[in-house]
């Protein structure tokens, strides 16, 4: 990959194989060939059918997100409820692919994991307080990028798009979530998660002097029929925050 010319970079896409479509649309649109892809790419009661459709035979470089790891490390009845109906969606060549995913890329002065260096499930930059997630303090941040010395950190896994600058020049980029703008989670206490929009976000990335340059952009696409997509398949609370950004 030749870090020198703009790049896309794009995670979470949960399923939804409609924000999918919309996005490459866009990035292809813009003139770009690269994409970074974050992981968590199936697990959604969307279509993560159709997903594999779009992604299989590009030549995206892909880390593995948690779910993604659930999908093939996990016995069904461990499973949660969304990554069964996903699993079960996929044909076997989808979870092949996944089997042999890094869970980490280390590319020119850019390094890219979907949640952590060292823990799929951890949040980066964020923190939960009281049921309350925001930003976290600046050296939680960087204690967790410790070891990790490129100039972009590429991250995902909380579907909030961050810009941040940290020591030593270093920034760190999260995209946003393609295809799920909300979630809410029990660990490492209950919260919700909700950006406010059922846009699809991804970034684009630029190398510039002195630095990169970051684009962060949102795709309309039709978020009502991805709704019902997965109001027909069972999932309301999904339903719900593809549909409007909100839980």
Known sequence: MDMSRPFAVIA?????????AAVLADIEGL????VINL?????GPMD?????????????????????RYL???????MWRVDRFTRAALPPEALDWIGELPVELELDQVYACHATPRDDNLYWSEEVTYGAVHLAP???IEAR??????????YGHTHLPRVLQLSGGRMM????????PGYSDELPESHIVQTGTPMASYAVVRRVTGGWQVEHRTVLYDWAAAAEQARRNGFENWARVVGTGWL
């Open 48 to 68: 993560p059918a159709g997903v594999w459709d779009l992604l299989r035979g590009r030549d995206f470089l892909t880390v593995r997100g948690n779910h993604d």
């Open 145 to 154: 990028a410790e070891g990790v010395n490129a100039g972009l950190i590429l």
């Open 72 to 78: 093939v490390d996990l016995a069904p009845e461990e």
């Open 39 to 43: 992981g968590d790419v199936f697990s």
């Open 173 to 180: 980029v999260n995209p946003g979530s393609v295809g799920c």
């Open 31 to 34: 003139g770009i060939a690269q």
């Open 12 to 20: 979470d896409i949960h399923g939804n194989a409609l924000a999918l």
């Open 138 to 140: 600046r050296g939680m």
